[in-house]
Structures are given as C-alpha cells and as structure tokens.
C-alpha cells in the first residue's frame, strides 16, 4: 500500500493506492497501532474519489526525523577526507553504537517539488538521498519513503560538534513522494539513485544500493527507541550510500531527484 498526503481547498487530505480516504484519518493515529493492525484498519478502509492536488510530505506535525550516520563506507570516507578530527568517523563506523541525530520537526519538512536550502554561511553543499523507514509507537518497521538529508559538509568537516548546524537549518530536509508500507526484509536491497541537473545537464549522478548498508535497519530502530519514545511514530533516515566529491557543490536553481526504490523526489534548491 501507498500512502499520499495531499493539499486539498479542505485542507491536506491522506490517501491510500490513489484514492483519499475519510478526512479524519491521521497517521499519528494509525501509527499507534501494531502494524498488523495498521494493515487491516487500511484495507478496510473506505476510498472515495481519486486523490488530486499537490502532494505534501507524507509526515504530520507530531512525528520527528532522526537520522542515522556513517552507516555506509563511502560515507565513512568521505567524512574522514573532510574532517580534521578524521578518525572520530572510523570509530563511529566501527562502533557496536551508530551515530544518531535529530533532523527535523514533521511541520518544517519539505515536499516533494518544494524548495530545499543551501546555508549562506557555507561553500560546500550536497544532497544525502537516504532511505527513510517509518517506524510506529511499538517499535515495528512499517515502511519507508525517499529522503534528502541535506548537508553543509564543511561545517561539519571543520568540527564535528559543529553537526546540527551542517544537518538542521531551513529547508534541509525533505521527503516523498509518499509511504510504501511493507515488511521490513523487502527494504534490504533497494536501489537509490540520485541526480543533479544544473541549465538541462545532469552535474552529478550516482547509485547504490542498501544492501551496502554496515549496520541492519532493527539495529539503528533498537537504538534510536532504546530510551526514547515515540507515541506519534517517527522517521528514521538511515545513511547516505552516494556522496559527491570536494568537486561538487549544490547551487540555486539546481534540480535534485532522489529515487529509492520505487519512490522518487524533485527539489529544486533555493538559496
């Protein structure tokens, strides 16, 4: 199943496999229940008409994205080239704890074909496409959508400490195009994809796969849920697998799409 979330002149409106459902319908509430549950309140769910309007990022206001870092090799070295303090990354990576860090509040998400931000204060911007599992109160896995994790890797490489700064700013984070709800073995090897076009030529492309991924999804959710709950669900990126070199920095009008399995955003960047 495929959850939407769309802007409507009623307001933003859920649907599911293209066709809305009831205007009450939240997925803070649907994210209470156990997945099993989850999956037969949405089957039996009544449809209406097909859904139209822009789609928004399929999150609410009462869910947060955490993310997790140097859960790939690449990564990890392209962290210890930028950084000064380059072994910090090699002991993350090889650490029984990974790396997580608060991304964004749901309200300040972006959509998909909505502007993503680079800082003013810094010369090095990039993408992160990520995939991004959805995970409910009870601590299940229940899906995952495409994800942005945008970053300014000088700050960071100056200082580590400098991290939320490089990671969460205005427009810095976006998802879409919507949920794909699943188990959570399907999500083991997806194929993501990223491309940059800049004046109708692509500047940067790359791919991988999740398969590459050092630390398993059940690993980051048991730490990331550990000692902190989530009642409203939360979203949880899981690492970047394509990392452009020192070479490449993101500029205004750029056009970003990320695919993740079967889910793609476009961002054009803002400066």
Same mark, same amino acid.
């Given at each position: ?18 066709? =809305?459902?009831? +205007? ?5 509430? %649907?994210?209470?229940?156990? +997945? ?5 309140? %949405?089957?039996?769910? !009544? +449809? ?31 962290? +210890? ?33 909505? !502007? ?10 990039? !993408?992160?496409?990520? %995939? ?8 299940? #896995? ?12 000088? #700050? ?47 500047? =940067? ?49 750029? %056009? ?16």
């Amino acid at each position: 199943m495929l959850l939407t979330r769309h802007q409507t002149n009623q307001g933003a409106r859920w649907a599911v496999d293209g066709f =809305f459902v009831w +205007r009450d319908f939240t997925l803070s509430a %649907l994210l209470e229940s156990r +997945r099993d549950a989850m999956l037969q309140t %949405l089957a039996m769910m !009544p +449809r209406s008409e097909p859904a139209s309007g822009e789609l928004l990022a399929p999150i609410e206001p009462l869910q947060e994205v955490w993310a997790a870092g140097v859960t790939y090799l690449q990564s990890r070295d392209a962290r +210890r080239a930028e950084s000064k303090v380059a072994d910090v990354y090699d002991r993350v990576y090889d650490a029984a704890r990974p790396e997580l860090f608060f991304k964004s509040l749901g309200s300040r998400v972006v959509a998909p074909k909505m !502007p993503i931000r680079i800082r003013a204060d810094s010369r090095w911007n990039v !993408p992160e496409p990520e %995939l991004v599992i959805v995970v409910n109160r009870h601590r299940e #896995i229940v899906g995952y959508c495409a994800g942005n994790d945008v970053s300014s890797r000088d #700050i960071e490489g100056e200082n580590p400490l400098y991290l939320p700064q490089a990671k969460v700013y205005n427009g810095s984070c976006a998802l879409g195009h919507g949920i794909l709800l699943c188990e959570s073995d399907q999500i083991g090897e997806l194929k993501i994809r990223l491309h940059v076009r800049r004046n109708n030529r692509i500047v =940067f492309e790359g791919e991988a796969t999740t398969a590459q991924m050092k630390r398993t999804l059940p690993e980051l959710v048991g730490y990331l849920t550990r000692e902190l709950d989530f009642p409203s669900g939360v979203f949880l990126m899981t690492g970047t697998c394509i990392v452009p070199g020192e070479d490449f920095t993101l500029q205004p009008d750029d %056009l970003v799409r990320i695919e993740v399995g079967a889910l793609t955003i476009d961002n054009r960047v803002s400066a």
